[in-house]
């Protein structure tokens, strides 16, 4: 089995750390570090060269290239801390959008592409991180029907144009996209660890016209599902890019920096704890690759995904802890670029499941096969 970059996944991977590289520099980052907004032109610049549009079919403008494809793009943009929001827009909310909203609700996905619309998913509530399961509730009424209900942690909500919530309902759960702006919508605005922009938002009796639902029942299940086991994917493979440039950073710092006259890079126990990282990483890598694969070619990848998931939280935090630790108190100075890797590690190792949770649907996935047989 030939596991090598198809000559268009190399072009696309090569213009993606072009562009990235041109435009995240340590002193350009500087200006997104204190304010949830994310790089207007870096995002116009994706938009124009096509990268927005790598997993949106031909038909709506896109490139058709397919999920493994465009996670070459968000692991680049995790290698680079890109201020650019690819996997709420790209992955939460227009992979779903494409394979199971109707033609009305695609016909945004064209303005996606060009980078001339943002949209969102609303996966989150109060202690509950699971879209399967929400406690927002929706009812039909004349002419639609009605939600009431949280969200918290709704990636780029104030900006997005359309939101996918989940809610339930006597018919089973719902799937369907709100626009920020309907009446009995509020949204604030959350402070996130990354400083990525994100909003808490209630529900107060809106009104959502049949025309705005995607799913209804086992069907609002599978979308739902689809679009969550994609994102956790994606938020792999921006940790891959992520973890392997804090590995990078640390050697670099490490093979430089000197204590009694000699490169710390060279003491045994720095060494060690450097090679431990670089050991997790390539694992991450390895468990990541299974469940894009997998995802990309939709086959059942339920356990791989969880297993990836896993990975990601404690690869994330291992790293982060030994780049800063070898890195001294230089790690933590803002004009130093580890900072923002470490927020962000964070983050994604609590973002949809962390490992405990993850590995505990594992176990009972794994013991409910086994009785099963």
């Given at each position: 089995?030939?596991?090598?970059?198809?000559?268009?996944?190399?072009?696309?991977?090569?213009?993606?750390?072009?562009?990235?590289?041109?435009?995240?520099?340590?002193?350009?980052?500087?200006?997104?570090?204190?304010?949830?907004?994310?790089?207007t032109k870096l995002w116009s610049d994706l938009?124009?060269?096509?990268?927005?549009?790598?997993?949106?079919?031909?038909?709506?403008?896109?490139?058709?290239?397919?999920?493994?494809?465009?996670?070459?793009?968000?692991?680049?943009?995790?290698?680079s801390m890109a201020p650019a929001p690819l996997?709420?827009?790209?992955?939460?909310?227009?992979?779903?959008?494409?394979?199971?909203?109707?033609?009305?609700?695609?016909?945004?996905?064209?303005?996606?592409?060009?980078?001339?619309?943002?949209?969102?998913?609303?996966?989150?509530?109060?202690?509950?991180?699971?879209?399967?399961?929400?406690?927002?509730?929706?009812?039909?009424?004349?002419?639609?029907?009605?939600?009431?209900?949280?969200?918290?942690?709704?990636?780029?909500?104030?900006?997005?144009?359309?939101?996918?919530?989940?809610?339930?309902?006597?018919?089973?759960?719902?799937?369907?996209?709100?626009?920020?702006?309907?009446?009995?919508?509020?949204?604030t605005d959350q402070q996130s660890t990354s400083?990525?922009?994100?909003?808490?938002?209630?529900?107060?009796?809106?009104?959502?016209?049949?025309?705005?639902?995607?799913?209804?029942?086992?069907?609002?299940?599978?979308?739902?599902?689809?679009?969550?086991?994609?994102?956790?994917?994606?938020?792999?493979?921006?940790?891959?890019?992520?973890?392997?440039?804090?590995?990078?950073?640390?050697?670099?710092?490490?093979?430089?920096?000197?204590?009694?006259?000699?490169?710390?890079?060279?003491?045994?126990?720095?060494?060690?704890?450097?090679?431990?990282?670089?050991?997790?990483?390539?694992?991450?890598?390895?468990?990541?690759?299974?469940?894009?694969?997998?995802?990309?070619?939709?086959?059942?990848?339920?356990?791989?995904?969880?297993?990836?998931?896993?990975?990601?939280?404690?690869?994330?935090?291992?790293?982060?802890?030994?780049?800063?630790?070898?890195?001294?108190?230089?790690?933590?100075?803002?004009?130093?670029?580890?900072?923002?890797?470490?927020?962000?590690?964070?983050?994604?190792?609590?973002?949809?499941?962390?490992?405990?949770?993850?590995?505990?649907?594992?176990?009972?996935?794994?013991?409910?096969?086994?009785?099963?047989?």
């Amino acid at each position: 089995m030939d596991f090598k970059l198809s000559a268009e996944q190399q072009d696309v991977q090569k213009l993606a750390i072009q562009i990235f590289a041109d435009q995240t520099d340590n002193e350009h980052l500087r200006q997104f570090d204190n304010n949830s907004r994310y790089d207007t032109k870096l995002w116009s610049d994706l938009g124009e060269t096509g990268i927005l549009g790598i997993s949106i079919d031909p038909v709506q403008g896109g490139m058709g290239f397919g999920f493994e494809t465009l996670c070459l793009v968000i692991e680049e943009a995790g290698r680079s801390m890109a201020p650019a929001p690819l996997i709420p827009v790209l992955v939460s909310a227009a992979l779903p959008l494409q394979k199971f909203g109707t033609e009305q609700q695609q016909s945004i996905l064209g303005r996606v592409a060009t980078g001339d619309c943002l949209i969102s998913t609303a996966f989150a509530e109060p202690l509950n991180d699971d879209p399967l399961t929400p406690s927002t509730t929706a009812e039909r009424v004349a002419g639609g029907w009605q939600l009431s209900g949280l969200k918290h942690c709704v990636p780029y909500g104030a900006q997005a144009e359309k939101i996918l919530v989940s809610a339930q309902s006597s018919e089973g759960l719902v799937a369907l996209w709100l626009s920020p702006d309907n009446e009995g919508i509020e949204l604030t605005d959350q402070q996130s660890t990354s400083g990525e922009a994100q909003s808490h938002m209630t529900l107060t009796n809106v009104l959502v016209n049949d025309a705005d639902i995607m799913a209804i029942g086992s069907d609002a299940e599978t979308a739902m599902t689809y679009a969550l086991q994609r994102t956790q994917a994606a938020l792999c493979a921006f940790s891959v890019g992520m973890t392997d440039k804090m590995v990078r950073l640390t050697a670099g710092y490490t093979a430089e920096r000197e204590q009694f006259d000699v490169k710390i890079a060279t003491f045994q126990a720095v060494a060690h704890r450097a090679a431990d990282a670089y050991i997790d990483v390539e694992c991450l890598r390895l468990a990541t690759s299974e469940a894009v694969s997998l995802l990309d070619q939709e086959k059942p990848a339920d356990d791989s995904v969880k297993i990836a998931k896993i990975w990601c939280g404690d690869v994330t935090h291992r790293t982060s802890q030994a780049s800063q630790h070898l890195h001294g108190g230089i790690g933590v100075d803002r004009d130093y670029p580890l900072f923002r890797y470490s927020l962000w590690s964070k983050q994604v190792e609590l973002t949809l499941g962390g490992s405990a949770q993850l590995l505990s649907e594992l176990g009972e996935s794994i013991a409910e096969t086994f009785l099963n047989r």
